[in-house]
Nanobody, 130 residues
Framework: QVQLVESGGGSVQAGGSLRLSCAAS????????MGWFRQAPGKEREGVAA????????YYADSVKGRFTISQDSAKNTVYLQMNSLKPEDTAMYYC???????????????????????WGQGILVTVSS
């Protein structure tokens, strides 16, 4: 089993920044992708960003490209999501997720599907006010 714990959420005004962290523990040997997803009230969960943990290949949803950056610290088994130029529509619960995905380098829209990921954190709230 893999345990994921998110931190760093909170409230910020539009245009501001937040950095989310996700610490992974447990049997992480088979994990090769980590991702961030979000779910706003009344909406489906959507992929935001992901990273191939065996290298530095990254994947982003079009809605966050140029504003969000995913990175990793392999020594700490931690993945980060730096969120800049935040907008009210970024308000959501953000979830960290982990997976073993057989193919590397798939298109972002294939990687960023929730059903690609087996392990999930509890989620953390990000609120962006206008």
């Amino acid at each position: 089993q893999v345990q994921l714990v998110e931190s760093g959420g909170g409230s910020v005004q539009a245009g501001g920044s937040l950095r989310l962290s996700c610490a992974a523990s447990g049997y992480t040997y088979g994990v090769n992708h980590m991702g961030w997803f979000r779910q706003a009230p009344g909406k489906e969960r959507e992929g935001v960003a992901a990273i191939y943990t065996g290298g530095d290949t990254t994947y982003y949803a079009d809605s966050v490209k140029g504003r969000f950056t995913i990175s990793q610290d392999s020594a700490k088994n931690t993945v980060y999501l730096q969120m800049n130029s935040l907008k009210p529509e970024d308000t959501a619960m953000y979830y960290c997720a982990a997976a073993h995905i057989l193919y590397i380098g798939l298109p972002a829209h294939d990687i960023l599907r929730p059903n690609q990921f087996e392990y999930w954190g509890q989620g953390i709230l990000v609120t962006v006010s206008s």
